[in-house]
């Protein structure tokens, strides 16, 4: 399939080590924020979600951290492995409802 | 099925041709949403139902699109006249409902324009 990655920032990444992915918001309004990761020829795949009550929200090898005084979310992704190679997308919800606003993606790549 | 399912996955159409993206939504799930995706961009928003009802279309880019859910389930968008711009991944994304904001998409469909 075609890439998606086509001139985006890009991470590399050694195998094992541990990745960090930001992203920059627009929309103080926005009480939910979400990671997709994508690979090349597939959909977004969901990762994690956060709402604005919370700075922290870990799950399986993933943390998602968001400060929302500067408005910047983050997504950790401990002992990257090949298979994390993608596109990674964050959203928000700019309107207070259930409408996705993405942000630019970023790719990682995952080196053996 | 499991997820979001979309037909046809590739599409080549000639310019002034009219399209028709079909979205199987996951079965029990309220919301359906559509997304155009250029290539090297993230997912812009399009349409949104709930149910049948077609709540926010702010996001077609021209009269040209058209969506329609008539039974709340499978979803089609409809691209009369099809311009080169309008090439690109169409996503479809299903929800549980309207306060559950995690989406679920589908693999997309790529529509080349000639």
């Known amino acids: 399939g075609e890439s998606v990655g086509l001139h985006l920032p890009t991470l590399s990444v050694q195998e094992g080590d541990n990745s960090i992915i930001n992203c920059a918001y627009s929309n103080s309004a926005s009480d939910y924020f979400i990671w997709y990761k994508q690979e090349s020829g597939k959909g977004p795949q969901f990762i994690i979600d956060?709402?604005?009550?919370?700075d922290k929200r870990q799950g399986q090898r993933v943390t998602v951290l968001l400060n929302k005084t500067v408005k910047h979310l983050s997504l950790q992704i401990a002992a990257t492995q090949p298979g994390d190679s993608a596109v990674y997308f964050c959203a928000e919800n700019p309107h207070g409802n259930n409408r996705l606003a993405f942000g630019k993606g970023n790719q990682v790549v995952v080196i053996p | 099925g499991a997820g979001v399912s979309q037909s046809p996955r590739y599409k080549v159409a000639k310019r002034g041709q009219d399209v028709a993206l079909r979205c199987d939504p996951i079965s029990g799930h309220v919301s359906l949403f559509w997304y155009q995706q250029a290539l090297g961009q993230g997912p812009e928003f399009l349409t949104y139902?709930?149910?049948?009802?077609?709540?926010?279309k702010s996001g077609l880019p021209s009269d040209r699109f058209f969506a329609e859910r008539p039974e709340g389930s499978v979803s089609t968008l409809k691209i009369q006249r099809t311009q080169q711009e309008d090439s690109a991944v169409y996503l479809c994304?299903?929800?549980?409902?309207?306060?559950?904001?995690?989406?679920?998409f589908g693999p997309g469909t790529r529509l080349t324009v000639t």
């Open positions: 994304a299903s929800s549980l409902g309207p306060k559950s904001y995690e989406q679920y």
């Open positions: 139902f709930q149910n049948e009802a077609q709540l926010d």
């Open positions: 956060i709402r604005s009550n919370m």
